[in-house]
């Protein structure tokens, strides 16, 4: 089923630079504008195949683009998790850290 998805974006979006997809997880590398027709198309072909998209889908632009703020996607400048790994900012990357610290020391039973 994904495949298929895969498959109709890889066709119709050649300038997508990179369309990764990992278990329930997605990634499209692009012009914003060719992301965001990307997307649509998900939107319309995906559900009949059970694949749509959830609110946590989120983009992320290293500079703010206008384009974006059109969506009612929740944008991103600072950072993004690709499959829990941090990418972004210095910032962004010590949070993100900063929280895998946390949780490892909560699971051992270690207090801040």
């Known amino acids: 089923m994904l ?6 974006l890889k066709e119709n979006y050649p300038a997508l630079h990179a369309i990764l997809f990992y ?3 997605g990634f499209l590398v692009g012009p914003t504008d060719v992301i965001l027709r990307a997307l649509d ?5 995906g559900p009949p195949l059970g694949l749509t998209i959830n609110a946590k889908c989120e983009p992320f632009w290293p500079e703010a683009d206008p384009l974006w703020t059109s969506t009612s996607l929740c944008t991103s400048t600072d950072g993004m998790r690709c499959l ?3 990418i972004g900012s210095h910032s962004f ?18 207090r801040l």
């Open 84 to 86: 829990g790994a941090g």
């Open 3 to 8: 495949q298929e998805v895969l498959r109709s």
């Open 23 to 25: 278990l329930d997880d």
């Open 41 to 45: 198309s998900i939107r319309t072909i």
């Open 93 to 110: 990357l010590q949070l993100v850290f900063s929280e895998r610290i946390n949780k490892v020391k909560i699971t051992a039973g270690f």
